[in-house]
């Protein structure tokens, strides 16, 4: 009977104190962990429904006006995501419902439920929670210095209490206490990834502060595990479009410079925001140094390099019944050609294209192909403008049938002085119903390349320099781009 009752009075109290702590509470009045508990719902529940993640730049410590002013008219703010992309991560919405309710939720009984808390810290003082509620409850009680260190303390026993760390983010970013409002924004990240929509706009705000910068790419610098989120979420977070750059630029010669993957989150940003030679500027810093000595105004025309996936190289979008590859010329091992391979049947052929930036003038593109195609129709390729429009304004000849040798190809197209600041090469297949996708065969491409040549008779064209923007010998500054006219989602 003895045993019985210690296996009710200690492991099933001890159980029920974190799934039914009312009920622990009757078998042992002061069990502590059941009054952490209920004093952590009672502070941190929410009944309503749940805020969104959009009120982030709320969060997010006010610029004074000088630095704001600092960036004025050069600044590119980004689109916010939609709260539903932003619950992408792991227990992001509970992390949300957790810090939506932070420091509001004031119909409790403060005193009994301080009175609470301290009784269950004479049996647990070490109990990280229990003194980070003392410091919520501080904090509502407008006691900032006892909830400072309330918090504090509960941090020092247990970087895991989320909600401790992420309150000393923000009251230390809001007192411009930028190390340490960086110390904090690392834990967080680093103990619980989900928190990335709150620390993240922390680091973006410090990264865009002259004085504070250094200490942000000191963190990245580290490498944390939490970098490629950050280098993610970065862009929805800043005011200058330029920041995202700076901080790449900083990483690039260190033990772990940024992943394809890092830049091309800002590339897709700035190009979706139309600042393609930012973007382009962008994509030629990291550039290898044997590739860079090839770039032209059409990059990769020969396939010796394997696609990136970066924009302004190759980017291939395979469909059903069609293979897309590069792959060893059949006449030379030594060099590589675009294969395009159509299987039998009705094909869902996507597309094979490359973003390029070239000013308003004429040029000429050409290639070789050699292979077979059999079918209504063939494939072309086209040229088109990368803005909003999509005009088309360069298309070959079809290629179809069968080509034993090496062929020529070639277009001529005129870039216009207006709304085509960059441009779309690719191969489309030119079917224009489902009875023109019944297509087989393989046909490679090489060589392909693009020139400026003289404008075509009768036709008037903006004069610009040939060729493409050089790269600079040593990072400097990138052309400002132009705010657009909408207000910015972060101070």
């Given at each position: 009977m003895l045993l019985a009752w210690l296996v009710v009075s200690r492991s099933l109290v001890a159980y029920l104190a974190d799934v039914a702590p009312q009920a622990a509470l009757w078998l042992s009045p002061r069990q502590p962990e059941a009054l952490t508990?209920?004093?952590d719902r009672s502070l941190n529940s929410m009944p309503a429904p749940?805020?969104?993640l959009g009120s982030i730049a709320d969060q997010t410590p006010n610029r004074s006006n000088n630095a704001a002013s600092d960036h004025a008219g050069d600044a590119a703010p980004v689109a916010d995501q939609s709260p539903q992309q932003k619950n992408d991560l792991p227990g992001a919405r509970d992390l949300a419902d957790t810090f939506a309710i932070f420091g509001q939720n004031r119909?409790?009984?403060?005193?009994?439920?301080?009175a609470e808390?301290?009784?269950g810290l004479r049996k647990e003082p070490l109990n990280a929670r229990a003194i980070r509620i003392l410091g919520q409850i501080a904090d509502l009680n407008n006691d900032s210095a006892s909830a400072v260190k309330f918090m504090a303390a509960a941090t020092r026993l247990s970087l895991h209490d989320t909600i401790a760390v992420y309150a000393l983010m923000r009251k230390s970013a809001d007192a411009g206490d930028y190390r340490a409002a960086i110390?904090?924004?690392?834990?967080?990240?680093?103990t619980s990834p989900s928190s990335a929509y709150y620390a993240v706009p922390v680091l973006a705000h410090f990264a865009e502060d002259k004085e504070a910068l250094a200490s942000v790419e000191a963190v990245l610098d580290a490498n944390p595990p939490w970098r490629h989120i950050f280098f993610a979420i970065l862009p929805q977070?800043?005011?200058?479009?330029?920041?995202?750059?700076t901080l790449l630029l900083a990483l690039k010669n260190s033990p772990t410079p940024p992943s394809n993957e890092d830049i091309g989150h800002y590339l897709g940003l700035l190009i979706g925001h139309r600042f393609y030679d930012l973007a382009y500027y962008t994509w030629l810093q990291f550039l290898p140094l044997d590739r860079l000595r090839t770039v032209g105004l059409l990059f990769n025309g020969s396939f010796e390099f394997p696609p990136s996936g970066m924009p302004f190289d190759w980017s291939i979008q395979q469909g059903?019944?069609?293979?897309?590859?590069i792959v060893p010329r059949p006449d030379t091992s030594e060099r590589h050609a675009l294969s395009v391979e159509f299987l039998y049947g009705r094909v869902d052929y996507h597309s094979v294209a490359e973003l390029v930036v070239l000013p308003p003038g004429a040029y000429q593109f050409t290639g070789e192909y050699s292979g077979k195609i059999v079918g209504p129709r063939g494939l072309k390729w086209r040229v088109t403008c990368a803005d909003g429009s999509r005009a088309r304004i360069g298309e070959s000849a079809m290629i179809t049938g069968v080509a034993s040798g090496w062929k020529k190809t070639d277009l001529t197209f005129t870039v216009p002085p207006a709304d085509c600041r960059a441009q779309y090469v690719q191969l489309d297949l030119d079917a224009r119903m489902a009875s023109e996708q019944l297509v087989s065969g393989t046909m490679l491409f090489d060589d392909l390349s693009i020139t400026r040549v003289s404008a075509p008779p009768g036709s008037t064209v903006l004069q610009a320099s040939p060729g493409p923007p050089a790269p600079p010998a040593a990072p400097g500054p990138p052309p400002a781009p132009v705010a657009p006219n909408r207000p910015r989602t972060a101070k």
């Open positions: 508990n209920l004093a749940s805020a969104p119909n409790v009984d403060l005193a009994q439920l301080r808390v301290i009784s110390a904090y924004a690392d834990a967080l990240l680093r977070s800043v005011t200058d479009a330029r920041t995202p750059l059903s019944g069609v293979t897309i590859d």
